[in-house]
């Protein structure tokens, strides 16, 4: 992981160097100012990655809950039938 993270820094350092023309950036409502065209492109990679885990996150948050609620189903499902859970230690 060491290697890659590294591996990235260097990829990345070396695109900033390669793309230095500096481009306004025009997102309809508001008008940025010229940056390099390598920091157009990071920033909206980070964002894309920073959007993804969050959304990623909530999902996760999303399937834990119904992971939750159908163990508490089970359980009371089990209790019902007078059966051991499997879930309980022995």
């Keep these: 992981?060491?290697?890659?993270?590294?591996?990235?820094?260097?990829?990345g350092g070396l695109f900033t160097v390669q793309n230095t023309e500096k481009v306004p950036l025009d997102l309809l409502v508001v008008q940025l100012p010229p940056q390099a065209l390598a920091i157009w492109i990071l920033l909206a990679m980070a964002l894309g990655v920073f959007l993804g885990l969050v959304s990623s996150a909530l999902l996760l948050m999303g399937r834990g809950a119904e992971i939750r609620r159908l163990r508490k189903q089970n359980d009371r499902l089990t209790a019902a039938t007078g059966k051991n859970s499997s879930n309980d230690p022995k």
């Design 1 to 11: 992981m060491l290697i890659t993270g590294i591996l990235a820094v260097a990829l």
